[in-house]
């Protein structure tokens, strides 16, 4: 599933180049092109693995080695209930993590985003239940309200010159502090349990005829995709993937998709949440690999002197990548105050210390996006953010405690960052162009 429909490079977006649209395609060392044959296409992983540029290869193993070593140990860990949970549990840090990995393709970072989505829980909480504002309204109060935090971010950062890192770490405190002083000191608040945010982790579409429909629309859209794509190529002259690996990836894409609507469908169905962040994941990819905006932030992210010499308006970019990276944090904290019913001090400083910043982050980088900026997708996501999560479930599953989770999380994040320094370091050996 965590493949684009007719991307250039697999995984991953541009890595560096001299300006907009000029960024080498592929997706390691070894690549100036798409393959004509299958037999060239697996020799080029093999090459890209060997000079340890590993793209998604490593998250699709951990996963494997996860789910061998989890249900071995508890043989309900691959069970339909437990993998319906994991599809839901993983949609607010998921959506948190897609704007991490806006920010995260022009080489910054954003560390108020646990603390911008306890705001934005507390902002809903306040508005509909202390204030009797509707429902509807209070979401987009709440989810503005995080298009604004981030939008003060990028101001800070790209207008008055202050680093990222800075703004965004008294954002962190500011918010959260804020969100303190919202819910009161010792109060939580209660949401409808029956209400519109309630219903986002609640839902379920229980006809099979839902799940297995995605699942056939999501194959027949990359196919469709991919062929139109290698036929504009072709006219236009350029290197296309030849129709053997379009065919390959859409067989992989079908096994994957329409297993996972049988296993949830064991269950209780389709979850709206993951539909809602499926769908989230289908926007953002076209927004940055079909539109001049996202060939923008790519080139950003591959130099900023090269982008602005290109013509690109760096500070627009940036303020928008913060802007959508607050947004998206908003809504994923409105997902987590859904699963939780409510919105508490003690949540919001869980929030805020860190732990939902920490698992975004491991989310994007697990998945492939680099810490450097110019290299990622937000299909990454959904492979980082299944590791992470996947590692919760199976040790609550155990009954093993948060500390030792903790660690292994960390250790994990320590292992995608080195693995995404060692493939830099192949780029900057082979004397391909890299983003800095």
Do not use: C
């Not at 993998?83 to 080489?107: C, E, H, P, Q, Y």
Request: proline share 3%; hydrophobic share 50%.
């Amino acid at each position: 599933m965590a493949v684009s429909g007719s991307e250039p490079s697999r995984g991953a977006g541009p890595r560096g180049g001299t300006g907009a649209g000029t960024a080498t395609p592929g997706w390691g060392p070894r690549t100036r092109g798409w393959h004509q044959s299958l037999k060239g296409y697996a020799d080029d992983v093999r090459g890209r693995v060997r000079d340890g540029d590993h793209g998604p290869i490593s998250a699709v193993l951990g996963l494997v080695v996860i789910g061998i070593v989890f249900q071995s140990l508890d043989s309900s860990f691959l069970s339909p209930r437990n993998l319906s949970n994991l599809s839901v549990d993983i949609v607010g840090t998921g959506l948190v993590a897609v704007g991490i990995v806006f920010v995260l393709l022009i080489g910054e970072i954003d560390l108020s985003v646990g603390s911008v989505s306890g705001l934005s829980g507390a902002v809903f909480a306040v508005l509909n239940v202390n204030l009797g504002i509707p429902e509807w309204l209070a979401v987009i109060v709440a989810v503005v309200s995080g298009a604004a935090v981030g939008a003060l971010h990028g101001v800070f950062f790209a207008r008055i010159g202050v680093p990222a890192f800075v703004v965004t770490l008294a954002g962190l405190l500011i918010w959260n502090g804020l969100t303190l002083y919202l819910l009161g000191a010792s109060g939580t608040i209660n949401i409808d349990q029956s209400g519109l945010v309630a219903s986002l982790t609640s839902r379920y579409f229980g006809a099979h005829a839902v799940s297995y429909g995605l699942a056939a629309l999501g194959t027949a859209g990359y196919l469709l995709a991919a062929f139109r794509h290698r036929k504009r190529n072709r006219a236009a002259g350029m290197p296309s993937r030849p129709p053997g690996e379009i065919w390959l990836r859409g067989g992989v894409l079908a096994v994957l998709a329409f297993g996972a609507a049988r296993t949830l469908n064991q269950f209780q169905g389709l979850p709206l949440a993951l539909l809602i962040f499926l769908v989230v994941l289908v926007v953002s990819d076209y927004i940055l690999r079909r539109t001049r905006y996202g060939r923008r932030v790519y080139a950003l992210g591959g130099g900023v002197e090269a982008a602005r010499r290109a013509g690109v308006g760096v500070e627009r970019i940036r303020i928008s990548m913060f802007m959508l990276s607050g947004t998206l944090a908003a809504v994923g904290g409105l997902f987590v105050a859904s699963g939780l019913t409510s919105a508490s001090p003690t949540t919001a400083r869980v929030a805020g210390s860190g732990m939902l910043l920490i698992n975004a982050i491991a989310a994007a980088v697990i998945g492939g996006t680099s810490l450097f900026g110019g290299r990622g997708s937000p299909w990454s996501v959904l492979l980082g953010v299944l590791v992470i999560q996947s590692i919760a479930s199976g040790m609550t599953l155990l009954g093993i405690e948060d500390a030792i989770q903790f660690m292994i999380t960390g250790g994990v994040l320590l292992a995608a960052v080195a693995a995404d320094s060692l493939s830099r370091r192949a780029d900057r050996l082979s004397g391909r162009p890299r983003a800095d």
